[in-house]
């Protein structure tokens, strides 16, 4: 399974536009990269999907360079019901139980 | 649609005691997985199962069981409890790359 990386934390504003980066080098051909959102004492949450170039849904957009080593997420207008953790996964299509890493802890202040 | 239900909520046990972790799904879902979340931590894989009858293990399947008997429920075991497996346990299902996520176990041993 191809091993992700992403920021252990990030701290935003009310309004801003918030981008996360995931890295994730050894990504292989077969494999789509899935965004989920945590909140306390709850499940993930799906957010995204995508295989490349862009996507975009009522909630956030994703971002994938050519050569797909990178993604990020991209949350517009945060609020602070946005405070949460948000974990990049990487899979091969028709693996559903994917590996989770420790995600990033976003924090949104007034 | 109830979506993916667990039982109990909440859960202390002994060191030595066994107990069953229950999951089901009415979403005639063919995959199915269970995870750990220890505090501050991300989800790590124990066990998950691509339809009834078939089960496989992941990251951290020693000291659990799992069956697979409906496609509606997925069982999670611990044979004799540890404070090691002190934790949130969280079951998903999913018929695409998208899984759906329970409310979480939380199991506390003492």
């Known amino acids: 399974l191809a091993k992700t990386t992403q920021p252990i934390s990030m701290d935003s504003y009310e309004g801003q536009e918030v981008n996360i980066t995931c890295s994730h080098n050894n990504i292989a051909t077969n494999d789509y990269i899935t965004w989920y959102q945590q909140f306390p004492s709850q499940g993930p949450r799906f957010i995204i999907q995508g295989y490349k170039t862009k996507v975009t849904n009522e909630v956030a957009s994703l971002f994938i360079p050519a050569d797909r080593k990178s993604s990020t997420l991209s949350l517009p207008r945060v609020s602070l019901s946005d405070t949460a953790v948000y974990y990049c996964l990487v899979g091969e299509t028709g693996r559903r139980a994917l590996t989770f890493g420790s995600g990033t802890r976003l924090q949104v202040q007034p | ?110």
């Open chain 2, 1 to 110: 649609n109830a979506g993916v239900t667990q039982t109990p909520k909440f859960q202390v046990l002994k060191t030595g005691q066994s107990m069953t972790l229950q999951c089901a799904q009415d979403m005639n879902h063919e995959y199915m997985s269970w995870y750990r979340q220890d505090p501050g931590m991300g989800l790590r894989l124990i066990h998950y199962s691509v339809g009834a009858g078939i089960t496989d293990q992941g990251e951290v399947p020693n000291g659990y069981n799992v069956s697979r008997s409906t496609t509606e429920d997925f069982p999670l075991r611990l044979l004799s409890a540890a404070p090691s497996q002190t934790s949130v346990y969280f079951c998903a299902s999913s018929h695409s790359n998208e899984q759906f996520f329970g409310p979480g176990t939380r199991l506390t041993v003492l």
